[in-house]
């Protein structure tokens, strides 16, 4: 038996079975592309939350820009913050001449203070470093209010090993010079990226699920490591010698028999945030110049807001807007998806001036059981500790879910192409 089975069709699954032209991937839903596939709405494509590819790595580049793909590149993203009834530019560190005065001067002053504090000092946490890095006002005011809507945990509870490329570090000079006037941006993360015209994210790597053996609508229940073998919902049996896995890593552990009590303790200590897409067409043209926008008030329940149609090109782009509003909550937490639904289209009506009740022609959410990997203090030993009892069974985790790490769609590919090197070194 020198078989390779792969739980999964996401990205991750995808780069893991190119890289290994022999192996059979099972995927439980109909469709191949994970947390990447693109769903229609009227005659546009929505993610499962906001994605965009801004990767710089030539390969992957290579990789969409293939014969038949229609790829837009946005050369300079439009970006702002919603913050207590006012528009600021993104980032706000950057553009604090949009406060009021005094609001500035709290704001320069503990910048300056806590850039002398913290030259000596390592941030022990998310909160210290923000704090390291922007002064107590804005880490208060702003990158504390944002993250109890997204992560819906307490920043010093968070780690700091998960935020390269995502943050921007603070900048003196630019700082100061943003407290005056106003500057051009171009220090935004994601300034650049790329997105496909027309089929969402998912069509950026839908031809390539062609050339992989994927059998669909298979969701694995069971795993028996002595045996070498999957059970499947449908009854199906599958033996393996090497077993792949892009799964929920905690839901992952809860199928395999005969698991220690340590690597089911260890599981409970791996969080996520759930996630709702709430999609809407609004019958009238461009609402917003904004390709996408964050919201810091907590009585508005969307936390990110993208604009699809500023970035596509369905066919009626210039006689409608789509939107699509996302917010989280917690692993633990419940919530009323009808009511939140409502008041988000109430919500998006007032921010961005249209009447839902004359001017909605759509509104379809999405719900996406995992959506990010909570970055808190215990994940990476936790994960470690679960990932190596695996790898000594010859199961190998890969991807966002499967590593339960914090990565890029590119990356979560190439998670793939590397569980697939080592699965080559040992076979």
Avoid at 73 to 79: A, F, G, K, N, R
Wanted: charged residues 20%; neutral net charge; glycine residues 6%.
């Amino acid at each position: 038996m020198d078989e390779v089975l792969i739980l999964g069709a996401g990205l991750s699954g995808l780069g893991c079975a190119l890289s290994l032209p022999n192996s059979r991937v099972f995927e439980a839903t109909n469709h191949s592309g994970g947390h990447i596939y693109s769903h229609q709405v009227e005659s546009f494509s929505f993610d499962e939350g906001a994605h965009i590819l801004h990767t710089k790595n030539p390969e992957i580049l290579k990789m969409i820009h293939g014969p038949g793909n229609e790829i837009i590149l946005i050369e300079q993203s439009i970006v702002a913050n919603f913050w207590h009834g006012h528009w600021l530019t993104y980032p706000i560190q950057n553009q604090l001449y949009e406060l009021p005065l005094e609001n500035r001067s709290a704001a320069l002053t503990d910048l300056v203070s806590a850039r002398i504090q913290g030259q000596t000092r390592k941030p022990r946490n998310y909160l210290e470093w923000c704090r390291f890095q922007y002064g107590k006002y804005i880490t208060e005011n702003f990158y504390a209010e944002y993250t109890a809507k997204y992560w819906r945990v307490p920043m010093e509870s968070m780690a700091t090993d998960w935020f390269e490329g995502r943050l921007i570090t603070s900048q003196i000079p630019q700082i100061i010079a943003g407290a005056f006037s106003s500057k051009d941006e171009r220090q935004t993360i994601f300034s650049q990226y790329r997105y496909p015209a027309r089929g969402g994210f998912y069509a950026f790597f839908r031809s390539f699920y062609d050339g992989i053996n994927v059998t669909y609508n298979e969701c694995a229940v069971e795993i028996c490591p002595k045996e070498k073998m999957v059970i499947f919902a449908s009854g199906r049996r599958e033996y393996y010698n090497m077993l792949v896995s892009s799964l929920p890593l905690p839901d992952f552990v809860g199928m395999v028999k005969d698991i220690p009590p340590a690597i089911m303790e260890a599981s409970a200590l791996l969080h996520h945030t759930q996630l709702l897409c709430v999609n809407m067409v609004v019958k009238r043209p461009q609402l917003t110049r904004k390709h996408w926008f964050y919201i810091y008030d907590s009585d508005i329940e969307a936390t990110w807001v993208s604009v699809p149609s500023n970035f596509t090109r369905p066919l009626q782009t210039k006689a409608v807007t789509a939107l699509q509003a996302e917010i989280f909550w917690r692993w633990d937490e419940i919530f009323e998806v009808d009511a939140i639904i409502e008041q988000t289209v109430r919500d998006m009506g007032n921010l961005l001036k249209f009447d839902p009740a004359s001017e909605l022609i759509t509104v379809k959410p999405i719900f996406v059981p995992y959506a990010y990997i909570i970055p808190d203090r215990k994940r990476a030993a936790a994960a470690k500790g679960i990932l190596e009892w695996f790898e000594e069974r010859d199961i190998h985790c890969t991807g966002l879910y499967g590593r339960w790490k914090y990565i890029w769609s590119d990356e979560a590919f190439y998670s793939g192409v590397q569980t697939a090197k080592i699965i080559k070194s040992i076979r």
